[in-house]
């Protein structure tokens, strides 16, 4: 027996007499702990009151049925096997009792070699579920210590949502303000997914021209345009098994919504140029600091796809609304920023940390990122001082507050992965031109402004 059978409690649910003192007997010479119920009542009673690892249910009991037992029992998620006892002759009660959730069943009169077998394997069943389920626990905790730091209400809420649904494959559309954190419960969920081992294909619809975002996510057939000399497998392909997490969705413009809502309908694309149906398997989290509802009112999102985006929803606070995070997060990256730039800071003074948690933050965890890294490259100190972060802030070094602020960080983004995309366009054509520009699907005058535009000239 590779179980000890003294941790285990094992309830024998049954009217008859007999095979309540035959069962018993069995059990206490395998060494484990019992306890009897004559009623379905009394069995449920007994349920609510104590842990078992198995539970051997007779099918006919007064008042209530062992298979009116067994469904409370799953409907309740009671985590132990239950096994029928029923009578010779009734497999097709049995079989339904299977169907129903039973692990096994054996049938009267009780042969005490099957008996034996029977409840040992169920046994060895629930403790492998055991430790299956303590593994997991272990992982979960595991990541969320790596990856989320936080001790605050909203994003413990939103932290347990993430938990809940990594388990399904339903689309999630993840809301909050810029900054605060929604890339990382995507992040969060395809860890905790069965997907995990699988690609995680992120891409920021805000942040890639519109005019490349489609060739991006669909890819492009060999010879779709002028200057396509070979294949380009797209984003939708590379998170084949994986998961691909849309940042901004509310960005894409309604050509591309229409094309988006096939994919979810259909799980299946078509590249630029191409008439080849392929399947995907990929699962879909969307993010958005956008109000979509809104949106559709105003034409400008299509209420179908909201639907299809928004199975599921996640609701990330902004860091204001997270004061107890503000001194860990900054902590961290006091650390983590330290170390990398191979500078001493050690900390934060205490003037420094009141203005942080007195700041509204309206770059959110992404701002006080940025600001900390800043103001660890211009401390002649080992502590990060209050005027200096509110002299980057008033500077507009890292500024997030503000109309202009805003804009200038997202025309900031956009611009470094249009850079990226350039840079990647002229390497797959050996810096040709004409070529690059083809795969863009940009003039070749649009490409040279550009290059010039990002010191890419030769």
Known sequence: MPFSANEHRILIADDDTSIQFFLGELLRKEGFEFDFAGTGADALDCLKNNTYSLVLLDEKM????????????????YPMPVIMITAYGSKEL???????????????PVDIVVVRTVINRAIEKYELQRELEALKTENIENILRDEIISE?????????????????????LI????????????????????????????????????????????????????GASKQHTGKFER????????????????????????????????????????KVDMRLISATNKNLDSAVKEGSFREDLLYRVKVFEIKVPPLRERIKDIPL?????????????????????????????SYRWPGNVREMENLIQRAIIL????????????????????????????????????SEEERKLIIDALTEARWKRMEAAARLGISRKSLFNKMKKYGLME
């Open 62 to 77: 007064p008042n209530m049925s062992g298979i009116e037992v067994l469904r409370h029992i799953k409907a309740e998620g």
């Open 94 to 108: 049995a079989m339904r009792a299977i169907r129903d959730g039973a692990y096994d069943f054996f049938t009267k």
């Open 152 to 172: 605050s209400e909203g994003m413990r809420q939103a932290v347990e949502l993430a938990i809940k649904v990594a388990a399904t494959d339903v689309t999630v």
């Open 175 to 226: 809301t909050g303000e810029s900054g605060s954190g929604k890339e990382l419960i995507a992040k969060t969920i395809h860890k905790l997914s069965d997907r995990k081992d699988n690609p995680f294909v992120s891409v920021n619809c805000a942040a890639i021209p519109e005019t490349l975002l489609e060739s991006e996510l669909f890819g492009y057939e060999k010879g779709a345009f002028t």
């Open 239 to 278: 998170a084949s098994k994986g998961s691909i997490f849309l940042d901004e969705i509310g960005d894409i413009s309604p050509g591309l919504q229409a094309k988006l809502l096939r994919v979810l309908q259909n799980k299946e694309i078509e590249r630029l140029g191409g008439t080849r149906t392929i």
């Open 329 to 357: 997060l900054a902590d961290y990256f006091v650390r983590k920023y330290s170390r990398t730039m191979g500078r001493d800071v050690k900390g934060i003074s205490a003037s420094a940390m009141n203005f942080f948690i």
């Open 379 to 414: 401390e002649d100190t080992d502590t990060v001082r209050e005027e200096t972060v509110k002299g980057l802030i008033s500077n507009n070094t890292v500024k997030a507050g503000g109309g202009s602020g805003v804009k200038n960080r997202i025309e900031a983004i956009k």
